[in-house]
């Protein structure tokens, strides 16, 4: 069965901090990993995905698939960084996305 | 574009009633999928239509229903309403090609009492 975990369910970062969210996977094949990410009061949107190997808003994640993670990374946080953000997998393109529990990330001014 | 639109957006309703929720894809995208998410949690699949039919279902009970309409709307129907279904149910959209992801709605949030 195909299982996502987020070990964090709050995360506290003083602004210009480094920050990492972590994400832990476990799926029999080759999955999909993405990141979305929800700012309070709008809809949950996508972050990024692996596929694209872009970086959006200065995040970034690499797929890890000895270590089976995909950790989201910002090197300097910002205030408006301050959302939910889910890390999810799907088998391929739009099948169905299995999520974590999701991380609730707090930037201290 | 509105994106993906939802109605009605809160809904409250009695232990063993019937309700139906609705969704508008946004424009261009031709499959919509279904999730419910509990306080506290992250989005569970329910199902996915794709040319009206259930293409994909998620680990939900028979009570769970949904419907794609021919201008690629969607509707999800819950019977016999348990307090457990009280939920944020979010509708999602993607193109048929599935290489765009998915677009949300901001969802329906259902109370059974």
């Known amino acids: 069965a195909q299982r996502v975990t987020q070990p964090e369910k709050l995360l506290s970062v003083f602004k210009g901090a480094p920050v990492e969210l972590k994400c832990n996977y476990s799926y029999s094949g080759s999955p999909e990993l993405f990141w979305y990410v929800q700012y309070s009061r709008q809809r949950l949107q996508l972050l990024l995905r692996h596929i694209s190997r872009e970086s959006i808003k200065g995040f970034t994640a690499d797929l890890n698939k000895g270590e089976t993670s995909f950790h989201l990374k910002k090197p300097f946080a910002q205030e408006e960084d301050s959302a939910m953000y889910y890390c999810a997998l799907s088998n391929f393109g739009n099948e169905k996305l299995t999520f974590g529990t999701g991380t609730r990330l707090t930037i201290i001014p | 574009d509105a994106g993906v639109t939802q109605s009605p957006t809160h809904l409250i309703k009695t232990r063993g009633q019937q309700v139906t929720l609705r969704c508008s894809p946004k424009s261009g995208h031709d499959t919509v999928s279904w999730y419910q998410q509990a306080l506290g949690q992250g989005p569970q699949f329910i199902f996915q239509?794709?040319?009206?039919?259930?293409?994909q279902r998620g680990n939900f009970p028979d009570r769970f229903s949904g419907h794609q309409f021919p201008n690629y709307s969607s509707e999800l129907n819950v019977n016999a309403l348990l307090l457990g279904d009280s939920a944020l149910y979010l509708c999602?959209?993607?193109?048929?090609?599935?290489?765009?992801?998915?677009?949300f709605g901001s969802g329906t949030r259902l109370t059974v009492v």
């Open positions: 239509y794709y040319e009206e039919e259930e293409r």
């Open positions: 999602a959209s993607s193109p048929g090609d599935r290489l765009g992801g998915y677009t």
